[in-house]
């Protein structure tokens, strides 16, 4: 029988011993809630008993999970000290070979108590705060010992998320910004996306964004910085064929914060078709990606109406063979006009979306 998952929650760290490790807590802040994550580690850097978990199927699954970020002297002159970003859950892992895998659906930030007229000081002190308590939960288990994947107690008592997604990301990232090599980073994250009567659109549970072709939706992304930039970021929408951007593709970040709406318009079609958006911070500037899984459907109209319409055009046309004969004149006359009209009207609706003939 596999664990109950509430009882021990996975920790995973990243670091900034590697840019690549970076990249992840960034891309982690990044993403909308429900999309899946990914950190894979080699076998020596899991704890005993997350590794067992780890080979057992189904053992780590709906476990909750707390991603950390550790800052580490490449040459271990000083401890690590550590930051919650935020709280997931397993949906699977895998190895193969030393190489163990997890995949975890993002949910809520975890940060630390703060304001934003806290001192450098006041943030420092916290984060000395957490880290002690960490050990203390997570004893022998941290990246001080080569540990960057284990088991342990729930550490909610040591964080203070709000009720605002929104106000936590921007904690996160006054913590964030002061840990990182000096290079110029842009912040921002997907709030949300939504159709224009205002209805959210959120991942399913395989965390793929669902669409709907003709659907005008709205995605709006909001960045943050704990400084004025010195020279302003550009992102970039990188769209796949089933999805337009309706407006400019490339966005330049001159503030410190904004909310931008960039609109969105997968064309109809007749067939589902599964996709990837990408949101990117161009070099030389540094920043999140962002992929956002995503699958068009057509429209119910489409999946109703154009097959219906078909059949009736097809009835309405060979009916009048099969009513040959002279007391029929008049109706077999009615069902070729009314097919000819629908096989029209078909043409004309397919055309109007965009469908092809």
């Given amino acids: 029988m596999p664990d109950d998952p509430g009882q021990r929650w996975l920790h995973l760290f990243t670091s900034n011993i590697r840019e690549l490790y970076i990249s992840d807590a960034i891309d982690l ?7 899946h994550y990914r950190f894979r580690y ?26 950390h970020f550790s800052l580490q002297h490449p040459a271990n002159f000083h401890p690590a000290v550590f930051m919650p970003l935020r709280q997931g859950e397993v949906v699977r892992t895998l190895f193969e070979g030393n190489t163990y895998v997890v995949y975890f659906r993002l949910s809520r930030y975890l940060p630390l108590a703060d304001r934003p007229q806290y001192s450098a000081s006041d943030r420092a002190q916290a984060v000395q705060r957490y880290s002690a308590a960490l050990r203390d939960l997570l004893p022998n288990a941290t990246p001080d010992h080569a540990v960057h994947a284990t088991t342990g107690a729930s550490p909610e008592p040591l964080v203070a998320p709000t009720d605002s997604a929104g106000r936590d990301f921007e904690t996160l990232v006054r913590f964030v ?3 990182l090599p000096a290079h110029q980073r842009t912040y921002f994250r997907v709030a949300s996306i939504e159709t224009k009567s205002g209805k959210q659109v959120k991942p399913d549970q395989s965390g793929v964004m669902p669409l709907i072709a003709g659907t005008e939706y709205t995605l709006n992304l909001a960045h943050y910085h704990y400084e004025p930039l010195a020279e302003p970021a550009t992102i970039s929408v990188v769209a796949p064929d089933s999805l337009s951007v309706v407006g400019d593709r490339d966005i330049l970040i001159r503030s410190r914060y904004d909310v931008i709406p960039i609109r969105l318009f997968p064309p ?20 999140p990606t962002v992929r956002l899984p995503l699958v068009v459907n057509p429209a119910t109209s489409v999946a109703l109406f154009g ?6 055009a097809a009835s309405a046309i060979a009916l009048p063979p099969i009513l040959a004969s002279g007391q029929n004149t008049v109706l077999r006359i009615a069902f070729a006009v009314l097919g ?7 043409l004309w609706w397919r055309r109007s979306r965009g469908l092809g003939s």
């Fill in 29 to 35: 802040l990044a993403a909308p809630e429900g999309v």
């Fill in 42 to 67: 080699e076998a020596k850097y899991i704890s005993d008993e997350a590794r067992v978990l780890w080979e057992r199927a189904d053992h780590l699954q709906r476990r909750q999970v707390m991603v």
């Fill in 177 to 179: 910004t002061p840990s």
């Fill in 268 to 287: 109809f079609r007749e067939n589902s078709v599964s996709d990837e958006l990408a949101i990117k911070t161009v070099a030389p500037a540094f920043g």
């Fill in 307 to 312: 097959p219906a319409l078909g059949f009736g």
């Fill in 340 to 346: 000819a009209a629908a096989v029209g009207l078909g």
